[in-house]
């Protein structure tokens, strides 16, 4: 929670403006009402992002922009683990990510051997924390690890955390149900939007599509977002995911939208139950089904 403004920390996530340089985007996030931005770091040359380098003036002035607007980052992303994935894959993010002060680098997985994949997200997680970063593992229905579940079991053993992401988590199906076996240990913080229909992907490409151009405001949908927010851990921080065309069109306009929005939604998630006497099955012990 953010405990100043009695409320949760609340994020924009660089992909709701990318075409917005990092250092415009946080001055953007603070007209918006946010207590912190995402920043997307490029992992290579062809990476939609930015670099960031030690030294450079993009980096000189993002941290300058966090100052005057009294904003911190809360994640970077993104490193994508596919089949060959080395360190070298990683350390820009990471080094970008130290220096900006962020908590948490976004991950996914891109390689089907889920083994595999698990063995370099223990070593990436394990480099990450030299970098003051913990790790939080996305599913979603077109990367190699779909949903909640598939997440569990890529993370049993390895200190990260699991980022809900609510349009991902509705296009696998998942349903609020489907945390409860997780510790609360692991939401550190989620991604929120809104979305058009509720049900589940049909095809993992139009799933592409809609995640990268085609969001809507938390609250402006169907999804079960209450539903959803009740589901996971009062503390989380929130990260408002939201690409659209609006975002394109008037990126200060569809920041400042989405900040009042995502306010109002969370206002109502939070009156409407009073989790302080709440105690989650995992916190209290029962059973050993934690991940």
Known sequence: MNEAAGRRVMSLS???????????????AAAGGFDAVGVRVAQS??????????????????????SDNGLRVLDVEVVKLHAGSTSDDWTAVMEAGAELGAEYLLVTVLDDDL???AAVLSHLAASASEYG????LEPMVFS?????????????????GLLVDTLHFARAG??????????RQRFPYFQICDASFAGPAADPHEALSEARTDRLAPGDGVLPLLDIVRALPRTAAVSVEAPSTRGIEDPGGWTSHLGASTRALLTRADDDVDQSVFVHPTEAGAGNGTV
């Open 45 to 66: 040359g062809e990476s939609r992002g930015y670099a960031l380098p030690s030294g450079s003036a993009a980096l000189r002035d993002t941290r300058s922009a966090l």
């Open 115 to 117: 083994p595999r994949a």
């Open 133 to 136: 970063l913990r790790c939080c």
């Open 174 to 183: 998942s349903t609020p149900s489907d945390l409860n076996p997780v510790s």
């Open 144 to 160: 190699s690890v779909r949903d909640v579940r598939a997440a569990t079991k890529v993370l049993d053993g390895i200190d990260a």
């Open 14 to 28: 660089h992909l709701s403006a990318l075409h917005v340089p990092p250092h415009r985007f946080v001055e953007l």
